[in-house]
């Protein structure tokens, strides 16, 4: 018989108590407040005012075992985005699995980057590479006025997610797999904006990271060689020098400290305007470029 963490017998609010009281120990008081508001979500279908105004109910001995066994996999480190299938990101719901990594904050970023420039035209022609989730391709496709999308990944599985996500949120995106490393251009430039968000933290960087991560999210989205940083940006470069319409933008997310060899791989190829962002936490996080 599985250990409980729970008691099995809980009031809502007592419930609450409960799981901050083991959660907080491994993932921060802030942390573990959130994580608790979300299983309450999902779990009961209880708003935090619901939660407040239901506190004195008895929760189902069922519904408590099946809490019990989610905060066991999130006290393994599991990601709580994993345990039930999906996150909220950019005002909507997008599917995640272990074959595509949970969408960042700092990704939505680089998505109000491009909106805040591009917000105002019609009929665009975008490509995303590495789309992994589609994150950043569905979200464009919702919020760019009849943009037309194709996005990339080298991943079947992760594209199979992508495209359920673009199916929820009733938007189309040309998806295709590729290798970004040995894509070819167009024959013609077609594209108003190259999007990408590739592996980009060096495979040295992995012994200071979270184990949830490193358990839990594919390493073929995350990490490149130490001895190649550039493995991606290189490509991404030039096939933005290629593929880019005259005026059309490159979009990169990066490693802060890789920042000034991202934009030198986008400046050997001809590209201008090269720019580098800073992202919420001071860091330098993005950089654009623009096709001549």
């Known amino acids: 018989m599985e250990k409980r963490i729970l008691p099995d017998k809980a009031t809502i609010g007592a419930l609450g108590e409960a799981l901050r009281c ?88 680089l998505v109000d980057m491009i909106v805040d420039r591009w917000g105002d035209r019609r009929d665009l022609r975008v490509m995303d590479l590495c789309t992994g989730s589609g994150c950043i391709a569905v979200t464009l496709a919702r919020v760019l006025p009849f943009a037309r999308v194709d996005a990339v990944d080298i991943s079947d599985a992760a594209l199979g997610v992508a495209r359920e996500n673009a199916l929820a949120q009733h938007v189309r995106v040309d998806f295709a797999q590729s290798d970004l490393l040995s894509m070819k251009t167009p024959a013609a430039p077609e594209y108003d904006i190259i999007v990408s968000n590739p592996p980009y933290i060096p495979q040295s960087d992995a012994k200071g990271m979270d184990r949830n991560v490193l358990d839990y999210e594919p390493g073929l989205a995350l990490f490149v060689p130490d001895a190649d940083p550039m493995k991606f940006y290189r490509p991404i470069a030039s096939y933005a020098s290629g593929a880019l319409l005259p005026g059309g933008m490159l979009y990169v997310e990066l490693d802060p400290a890789g920042a000034e060899k991202v934009m030198g791989c986008m400046r050997d190829v001809g590209l201008t305007d090269v720019t580098s962002y800073r992202d919420f936490a001071g860091l330098t996080r993005f950089a654009s470029a623009r096709k001549e």
């Open 22 to 109: 083991e959660l907080a120990p491994r993932y921060g008081a802030g942390e573990a407040d959130a994580m608790t508001r979300i299983i309450f979500e999902e779990s009961l279908r209880l708003s935090k005012v619901d939660v407040v105004l239901r506190r004195d109910e008895e929760v189902m001995p069922e519904t408590l075992t099946r809490i019990d066994r989610v905060a066991a996999r999130l006290l393994a480190g599991e990601p709580i985005q994993y345990i039930y299938g999906h996150t909220q990101w950019y005002g909507a719901e997008l599917k995640v699995t272990p074959d595509v990594l949970i969408p960042r904050p700092e990704t939505a970023q």
